[in-house]
């Protein structure tokens, strides 16, 4: 399952039991009946994509069918079984949908009980997400989760008997004070119940979210740069080691099979298609997004109306731009005979001093064709991607 | 002629100049009470911000004394600041007498002194004026005694007055009617009228402000410059009533304007004289100097695109300012710019704030340096004022720098530190004397160079605002002259290059580093910030590179953000300066050029 070509869809089921003080994504608590209410509202979404239409005009639609499905949010697992169902049905209906989609969803360790996971298994889910964040109870109360250490065991364990082709846990480290001992602690107890990919994230206090005010108030202080930069080489190397390809900045996976097939399609321009609130979507030249909150969102749809809110034209330039900075996030690197036939910009002639500079100082490397980041350079993909000119 | 009394006001700042001109216009009625304004003479914003006088100007008062005699009384309102000394000079030249005005507070401080010294030097009448004598602090008594004592000036001629209560006033206009003489002079003896000041008009071209001391000036007459021998017709004359006010002739001992179809500040010489080209007198009046610029500084606009606009406002600055040289100057940091003289530092941050203010225009400038006498080895000697024109230190024989005898009153507590200022800042032949009990004058014989900075500021912070200061420029002293260079990854950044002693070289170079430390971004890879003498270090930092910098999620929505942050990012980037393949921000330029004045 390496090959996905078709584009992608992307599902955003705004719904958790508790709304974490790091979290910056728009997710709300509800009950079983506002979730119904909104699983109606977004199946109207759906329905108006009826025939594989994409609701902006000018973009691209793609012909092929889709073969990756992401149920993010939120936490698409508190949602009851049946209302997934539903969901999935009202895609079918509408939408072109390869037999062998590859289905993701990300799920909290307190939902991960037999039934779901049977239920899950059921719609087709190959890929389990899950929200682990960290094996240590001490981590967890300050990440304010509401879930056990022990959960994050149980439900691990669960999750990786029940079938599924890969099940992934999510992780966060750059704890305030958090030392290498502690970070490597929750990677060594992570893998000690053998996922096939892991997602490790260093914590970002976003404005906007309670961490972000109490950093703004001067009660949190995010780690030192240097410290912040030791905790990702180790989290890279340590991995490394036991045979986890980190294949994205805070992405790793034992196999290529197992890499998350849908985020690929962000990163490498593939059209995706994303439905919900706040949701985005890309096609061609376009990217566009729906209303970010709820409300405005069903009042949108209840009319009849795309809940699309707004959409950006990319120019080459800015296709070029962002293929490097997505690249330069990756493995794979960047392969540079495809970006000079796509872009006609010839990275490295027109950056000769300053690629020479960075090869010297094992940021990047030119391997088979492809500029690839070292770990170092992982580390700072946001500098590189700076660093580069691609205008002519 | 016996009517007209030609005066100045010479006082140190801020002991209420410009507060008693307002209140002598105001009380002989030379302005509407609604026209009136503080610091009327002071026309140019900056002049009334700062409190200070830069341009001379001069307004003709109608006074009837208590004999009932009608008086024309002739205000020269000069310049309170060293930097203009020679428009000071030029303008004590016009009068017959002046007013000494000391504040009741602060008594004499080295200014009053040097303006007096330079009032007895052109003979003239003084009459002491203690201000401010409503302030609590005020001690009449002590004034009196440093009057007679610093001054050897009569204490009992003293006038009292408050120019802010407005008491005393007409005790001050009695004296100057009774007290200063009339000008002499012979309306029919050959022209000669002293040039003291001139303004640029949009309309008319150079207003010259002048004094008649001999002969008359009519309209329609030739006048010829004795100095740059250029002649004119004159189209007008008249009397500086706050507005000009025309008249038909001006005669020996008038002060007024004339106006002669000249283009710009240029093309005349402030302390030029000005005779009839049909009958010349035979000798320009003494005294005449060029005024030459003392401090040098190369101005970079922000933008390269704004090069057009800096031109254009240099030579619109430069209309009606003489003393401003200007040359094209380019840097590779910076771009192209110009390297500018000034009188002083004074004079330059005047130039900078209006090329700011009245243009609109955002600015760098170099670390301000003097003029050096350079003899080279083939035994040629040559002026270097711009470290990038610095030769090969090999084939340089010897070097000479600026030298100023600096005057420095302050009571006598503060004698020590400020001793050890002046020893620090290479002062040599440093004496004191004492002028009354308690209270010093110091000279010092200082190197121009360790003037410039920010002597003034360390001498007001040692003596907590006592210390009062004034110079005067000496001559040429041999140096051990240094350039140092501030390279960034090996290569020198040529707009931070600066000529030194070389006693100095290494804590500047250090401070530069510094600097360019905090303000430069951290990049990719580390950075070595040295100062260097020639191909030796002598001062280094280092910027760590970037070691994290990379957001953790970047999905469907985060991509627009991303690339817009990056884009954003990276248009910051292109306004930034590259050397050594390091880009340092406008910011730290202006943070290490500044950095001079800060300590």
Known sequence: MTANPGPGLYLHLPFCSSICPYCDFYVLTGDPARQRRFVDTLIAEISLCTGGRWPVVGAESPVEPFDTLYLGGGTPSILAAEELTRTLEALHRALPIDDDCWISLEANPEDVIPANLDAWRQLGVCFLSLGVQSFQQQNLDFLGRRHTAEQSHRSLELALGAGFHTVSADLIYGLPDQSREDWQHDLELALALGPQHLSCYQLTFHHGTPFGFRKERGELAELPEEAQAELFLLTHRFLAEKAFEGYEVSNFATGPEHRSCHNQKYWDHTPYLGLGPSAHSFAGHHRWWNRRKIKPWETRLEDGESPVESS????????????????????????????????????????????????????????????????????????????????? | MNTIRNFCIIAHIDHGKSTLADRLIQRCGGVEEREFRDQILDSMDIERERGITIKSNTVTLNYKAQDGQEYQLNLIDTPGHVDFSHEVRRSLMSCEGALLLIDAAQGVEAQTLANLYLALEYDLEVVPVINKIDLPSADVEKVREEIDEDLGLDPYEAVLCSAKLGTGIDEVLEAIVHQLPPPAGDPEAPLQALIFDAQYDAYRGVVMLCRVKEGTLRPGETIRLMHTEKEYEVEEVGLLQLKQVKAHQLAAGAVGYVIAGIKTVRDIAIGDTITAAERPAPEPLPGYKEAKPVVFSSIYPMSTDDYEDLAKALDKLALNDAALTYEKDSSTALGFGFRCGFLGLLHLDVVQERLKREYGLSLLLSAPSVRYELTLEDGSEITVDNPTLFPDPNHIDGAAEPFIKAAIMMPERYIGVVMELCRERRGVNTTYNYLAVGRVELTSELPLAEVLFDFYDKLKTVTQGYGSFDYELLDYRPTDLVKVDILV??????????????????????????????????????????????GKIIARTTINAYRKDVTAKCYGGDITRKRKLLEKQKAGKKKMKVVGAVEIPQSAFVAVLKADTDN
């Open chain 2, 489 to 534: 990854n090996s290569e020198p950044v040529d707009a931070l290059a600066q000529l030194v002693h070389r006693d100095k070289a290494r804590p500047r170079a250090l401070r530069y580093c510094e600097k360019l430390a905090e303000t430069i971004p951290r990049q990719q890879f580390k950075i070595a910030i040295q100062g260097a003498i020639g």
């Open chain 1, 312 to 392: 950006e034209h990319l120019s080459p330039t800015d296709l070029a731009f962002e293929r490097l900075i997505l690249a330069l996030r990756t493995a794979d690197g960047l392969d540079l005979e495809s970006f000079r036939s796509v872009y006609g910009v010839d990275l490295l002639s027109a950056n000769l001093e300053v690629a020479d500079r960075l090869q010297v100082d094992g940021l990047i490397r030119v391997d088979s064709g492809c500029l690839v980041p070292t770990t170092r350079g992982l580390a700072i993909a946001d500098t590189l991607a700076r660093s580069f000119d691609i205008t002519e």
